[in-house]
């Protein structure tokens, strides 16, 4: 059987895109010439992939065991090629490092300083993307480094925390608890907090934080917000309160509004945010140097791990 990289590289994109023309474009090449190969390939391998119909296309239960062999070698591709650009030229290799959406807006700027002022020269490429998407993309290698919260537990895959960051009680200025500089656990208004949609990590650590199970029970069923800047903007408009993280807290005192944020007694309420990164990463001699650029660098707000 003769399948080559491109040949996969071919069937991967049909898949990840589930249409002939947007694989091509992403390909760079036209749809009627990618068609054709994969109509070639199946003839050479005797195998049909996938499953044309008017409605759309997908695997065919071959194609899907096909597809299950063929993402190991692809990777295996990836990573012989990774190590020849490393061993050539040590900055061929750009550094991926993907980060949470929730944590994405405020470390940005404290990443890219700090990697830039101390690794001059190595190349950087960031993306945001949430938890689910996040590991799998890691153990993928689509990106190097995940910064997300941690704990995290994944076959080949090594953590470090790098910081403890607050959660705020989040509230609009003329709630009864606006005016306290502090509040007990046991006083934060379970039943007004409204928390991201499924699939973040700050929702998934304030469930688990919070010992009454009646959050948000009080709002709205369909009220629901995927970023943090549109949480702020409900509890500004008088609609429930939310919890915010440290970093999060001293953008939105920048701003005008109608907010007032409390810190919450308990040591519960802490996030941990920390790197993950596959222990075959090409670039894993960097790792600790990053890291400990990262310590030098850390805002205020947080508790430094490093």
Known sequence: MQVNQRDLEYISAVVQHQSFSRAAQACNVTQPALSNQIKRIETRIGLTLFDRKKTGISLTDAGGKFMDAAASVLVGMQEMSDLVKLYSDPLAVPIRIGIFPTVAPYMLPTICDALRREFEGVQLVFSEQGPAVLLDNLIDRKVDIAM???????????????????????????????????????ELPYRD??????????KDSALALCKDKS???????????????????????GMGCTLLPAMGVEECK???????????????????????????????????????????????QVISLV
């Open 215 to 237: 959050v948000g029970s009080n709002l709205p069923s369909d009220l629901s917000a995927t970023s943090l800047e549109t949480l702020v903007q409900y509890v500004s408009k």
């Open 148 to 186: 997300m919260a941690m704990p995290q537990r994944r076959d080949g895959v090594e953590t470090v925390d790098l910081y403890d960051e607050e959660l705020y009680l989040t509230v609009h200025k003329d709630h009864p608890l606006a005016g306290q500089e502090s509040v007990e656990e046991s």
């Open 254 to 300: 920048k701003r005008d509004l109608n907010c007032a944020y409390i810190r919450i007694n308990s040591e519960r309420f802490i996030r941990t945010i920390g790197f993950a990164y596959r222990s075959s990463c090409p670039r894993l001699n960097l790792v600790p140097g990053i890291i400990e650029a990262l310590g030098k660098y850390m805002p205020p």
């Open 193 to 202: 907090i409204i928390l991201l949609a499924g699939g973040h990590c700050l």
